[in-house]
């Protein structure tokens, strides 16, 4: 497979000028697309509806090129939140047969998707979400043709959660639930999905996935999962992002583990370990070839530690009235991301239960490899 990611802007949850120019202009092939992941400047909560029009309006773009059947195949990942100087954006993630590419020694961005059956409110936040989004990890990466979990640097999962009328639907049955608040119901889903990634990795055993371990046991937790859950979907919709022999092309992705909101060496080593260091600066591949790269994208998730300290200092995230705490730490995480790249088009998504260890979160990167001759001057900006 080669596989190919593009940035675009936008202005409005429904906007999808950006996309429509890729297809019209030849860049991208709309039978192509697997994946598209979103920022909308929502509040990133239960009602946060941008996310669901964002979804309709790009599932009735794609099904005027590839029909109904086809639009719903693709993943529609949308995180609502775009708090400091995050850039309300869409990230397009396309894949496409390389006829007559053979396995090469230098691996490149492969992807891999997959679903999960449709959850009851009963299993959200509980073992059975875990054993679901673990077995349709397990098939993502089958999809992306990734044999070992070290080649795989970040799992998006998409997930539901509780809104009041699942709560009374599991009432009318009979049947208990992980909590009865919708806000916390969020959390939940977004934890038991992660270590449903950390099992299906083996970051953690089965034993270690239970129940009471959903988001008590901040220990255990997985080094590459996203998680983010919303009211548009009612199933766990997985993407796997990793390196593969058997893809070809000139994006390969990385990752590391930020320990801290303001844990910029990490976003460093995971730039690094793609063979990105600063501006227009050289690395080497697995051959020792001088070979340039460009910044495509990057990915993290962000959390408020739970102590109300960052390296021995008190914040407020988390006793502020006014403005919830997922929103503080995207803002946040934000913009040591977008420092470090100088670009504010970035993925962050707040609530990081069980997603790196405690106040923390992964992070991973996306670059492109270029021609030597061709080293960029300037970070890449807008379409990439």
Same mark, same amino acid.
């Given at each position: 497979?080669?596989?190919?990611?593009?940035?675009?802007?936008?202005?409005?949850?429904?906007?999808?000028?950006?996309?429509?120019?890729?297809?019209?202009?030849?860049?991208?092939?709309?039978?192509?697309?697997?994946?598209?992941?979103?920022?909308?400047?929502?509040?990133?909560?239960?009602?946060?509806?941008?996310?669901?029009?964002?979804?309709?309006?790009?599932?009735?773009?794609?099904?005027?090129?590839?029909?109904?059947?086809?639009?719903?195949?693709?993943?529609?990942?949308?995180?609502?939140?775009?708090?400091?100087?995050?850039?309300?954006?869409?990230?397009?993630?396309?894949?496409?047969?390389?006829?007559?590419?053979?396995?090469?020694?230098?691996?490149?961005?492969?992807?891999?998707?997959?679903?999960?059956?449709?959850?009851?409110?009963?299993?959200?936040?509980?073992?059975?979400?875990?054993?679901?989004?673990?077995?349709?990890?397990?098939?993502?990466?089958?999809?992306?043709?990734? !044999?070992?979990?070290?080649?795989?640097?970040?799992?998006?999962?998409?997930?539901?959660?509780?809104?009041?009328?699942?709560?009374?639907?599991?009432?009318?049955?009979?049947?208990?639930?992980?909590?009865?608040?919708?806000?916390?119901?969020?959390?939940?889903?977004r934890g038991a999905s992660?270590?449903?990634?950390?099992?299906?990795?083996?970051?953690?055993?089965?034993?270690?996935?239970?129940?009471?371990?959903?988001?008590?046991?901040?220990?255990?937790?997985?080094?590459?999962?996203?998680?983010?859950?919303?009211?548009?979907?009612?199933?766990?919709?997985?993407?796997?992002?990793?390196?593969?022999?058997?893809?070809?092309?000139?994006?390969?992705?990385?990752?590391?583990?930020?320990? !801290?909101?303001?844990?910029?060496?990490?976003?460093?080593?995971?730039?690094?370990?793609?063979?990105?260091?600063?501006?227009?600066?050289?690395?080497?591949?697995?051959?020792?070839?001088?070979q340039a790269v460009e910044?495509?994208?990057?990915?993290?998730?962000?959390?408020? !530690?739970?102590?109300?300290?960052?390296?021995?200092?008190?914040?407020?995230?988390?006793?502020?009235?006014?403005?919830?705490?997922?929103?503080?730490?995207?803002?946040?995480?934000?913009?040591?991301?977008?420092?470090?790249?100088?670009?504010?088009?970035?993925?962050?998504?707040?609530?990081?239960?069980?997603?790196?260890?405690?106040?923390?979160?992964?992070?991973?990167?996306?670059?492109?490899?270029?021609?030597?001759?061709?080293?960029?001057?300037?970070?890449?900006?807008?379409?990439?």
């Amino acid at each position: 497979m080669r596989c190919d990611v593009f940035r675009v802007p936008i202005t409005a949850p429904d906007d999808v000028a950006g996309i429509l120019a890729l297809i019209e202009h030849g860049q991208l092939a709309a039978r192509d697309v697997v994946a598209v992941l979103g920022k909308t400047e929502g509040n990133g909560c239960v009602n946060d509806y941008s996310r669901g029009l964002a979804v309709r309006r790009l599932t009735e773009l794609f099904a005027g090129y590839v029909g109904e059947d086809g639009a719903r195949q693709i993943l529609y990942i949308m995180s609502g939140g775009t708090e400091g100087v995050l850039c309300p954006h869409l990230t397009v993630i396309a894949r496409s047969p390389d006829r007559g590419a053979a396995s090469s020694a230098r691996k490149a961005l492969a992807v891999g998707v997959a679903r999960t059956p449709t959850l009851g409110p009963e299993q959200i936040g509980r073992t059975a979400q875990a054993m679901l989004v673990a077995e349709a990890v397990r098939a993502a990466m089958v999809d992306a043709r990734i !044999d070992r979990a070290a080649d795989v640097h970040f799992i998006q999962v998409k997930c539901p959660l509780l809104n009041t009328e699942a709560l009374m639907a599991a009432e009318a049955r009979g049947l208990t639930t992980a909590t009865d608040d919708t806000y916390k119901s969020m959390g939940y889903s977004r934890g038991a999905s992660s270590l449903g990634v950390a099992l299906a990795l083996g970051e953690v055993d089965l034993a270690d996935v239970t129940d009471d371990v959903v988001c008590r046991r901040w220990d255990r937790y997985s080094s590459v999962a996203s998680a983010s859950a919303g009211s548009e979907v009612s199933q766990c919709e997985v993407l796997v992002l990793g390196n593969s022999e058997h893809a070809t092309g000139d994006l390969v992705v990385a990752h590391d583990v930020m320990r !801290d909101a303001i844990d910029v060496e990490a976003v460093r080593r995971a730039a690094t370990r793609a063979g990105y260091a600063d501006e227009g600066a050289r690395a080497r591949d697995a051959g020792g070839v001088g070979q340039a790269v460009e910044f495509v994208q990057a990915f993290a998730k962000a959390e408020a !530690d739970p102590g109300g300290r960052v390296r021995s200092r008190r914040h407020t995230m988390l006793s502020d009235s006014d403005i919830n705490h997922t929103r503080h730490a995207r803002a946040v995480v934000g913009g040591v991301v977008a420092s470090y790249f100088g670009d504010t088009m970035v993925y962050v998504s707040g609530g990081a239960e069980h997603q790196g260890p405690s106040g923390g979160g992964p992070v991973a990167v996306i670059v492109r490899r270029l021609p030597v001759e061709l080293a960029p001057s300037t970070h890449s900006k807008g379409f990439t």
